[in-house]
């Protein structure tokens, strides 16, 4: 089965090819022109995709060495995201399944996030086998679930107000490094120290004001984005440049030890052994070397997509896709599918 998935809920269009289950193309292009703003600005964002659509989704036909006519199945984001951006995507997939004659798959992007670890792009790959506990993690999400192999998931846990990624981007402007301040932060904590100054940890074990943390998985990074603020108030400007690096490697290390805390947390609690990390947050190295620890510490498996998957991209559309029919959750001939904007956990399965 020829399986082509399209992404575009925010700023990157990307398109894929699954071929018998195997990622054969995944062209991604990713947005520059919202780096001025500091942050992605939702129409440009839109205009982006529509000139960007057709050359990606061609290019990935290409790559694959097929043609249009050789596409059995077309997928496309349907929601979570920018409104505008996910329209883009969900028209164009729509109307190319039309004209061909095809089924066609709405996939929930989040969801997509979710069950990214099973993305194969080679003969043998590593996926869950049984349940698992999912940390999604991105810029506007930050979710933990008890995952099932039917596609089942409960959401156990969610942010209650930034996600993780947007502390990172957030934290990251305070210093001066840019949109996206993510990558940055990354790249400077390895030569800086952790232990230069504890952010705080909202509730989780170390948190003087958290109570009954020890079964609640929902997550808050506003109050340790105020503390960095507070403390650059304090500093002067040529002391916080000295310490830039260890100012990076303290932020990073109190985001990420909340993120691996809720997530042992949470296999622990619900005797599963597996646990995954997906979304951009993931590729984050602190955060898979810190993960990769923990879960050995406590006798856990981790999954871990490889970074090319870990941020927005259209391989993951498309495997969701693929799974979705495996598990007999056919595609449809009918189109005219409603985007949506905001995420709302499906509970008993994919939307």
């Not at 079964?215 to 304090?234: E, H, I, Y």
């Amino acid at each position: 089965m020829n399986l082509l998935g399209i992404e575009t809920s925010c700023d990157e269009t990307s398109a894929a090819l699954l071929c018998d289950g195997k990622v054969r193309s995944n062209v991604v292009s990713s947005q520059c022109c919202h780096t001025d703003f500091g942050g992605v600005v939702p129409e440009l964002a839109s205009r982006e995709h529509e000139r960007l659509i057709f050359s990606i989704v061609d290019a990935a036909i290409t790559e694959a060495n097929i043609t249009k006519n050789d596409l059995d199945v077309i997928a496309a984001t349907a929601g979570p995201g920018l409104i505008g951006a996910v329209m883009v995507g969900l028209c164009f997939a729509e109307g190319l399944a039309w004209s061909l004659g095809k089924p066609f798959v709405p996939v929930n992007h989040v969801e997509a996030h979710i069950f990214s670890p099973f993305i194969s792009d080679e003969d043998e790959h590593r996926a869950p086998e049984g349940d698992f506990i999912s940390l999604t993690v991105s810029g506007g999400h930050t979710l933990l679930s008890v995952v099932r192999q039917n596609l089942d998931y409960e959401v156990i846990g969610r942010t209650i107000d930034d996600a993780a990624g947007e502390a990172f981007d957030k934290t990251g402007k305070m210093l001066g490094l840019g949109y996206p301040a993510g990558p940055a932060i990354d790249r400077l904590s390895k030569g800086g120290d952790p232990e230069f100054c504890r952010f705080p940890r909202a509730l989780t074990s170390s948190s003087q004001t958290s109570r009954n943390y020890r079964n609640n998985f929902d997550f808050s990074f506003s109050g340790m984005k105020t503390s960095v603020l507070t403390w650059l108030g304090r500093h002067d400007h040529d002391y916080v440049q000295e310490h830039l690096a260890d100012l990076a490697a303290s932020i990073q290390q109190a985001i990420v030890s909340v993120l691996v805390e809720k997530s042992i947390s949470a296999a622990l609690l619900h005797k599963i052994d597996a646990v995954s990390v997906s979304g951009g947050v993931s590729a984050n190295t602190g955060l898979r070397s810190a993960m990769l620890a923990a879960c050995q510490r406590h006798g856990l498996d981790l999954f871990i997509p490889a970074t090319t998957y870990s941020t927005d991209n259209a391989a993951m559309i498309a495997t969701m896709a693929q799974l979705m029919i495996s598990r007999g959750r056919s595609a449809t001939n009918s189109y005219g599918i409603a985007p949506f904007a905001r995420f709302i956990p499906a509970g008993k399965g994919a939307r």
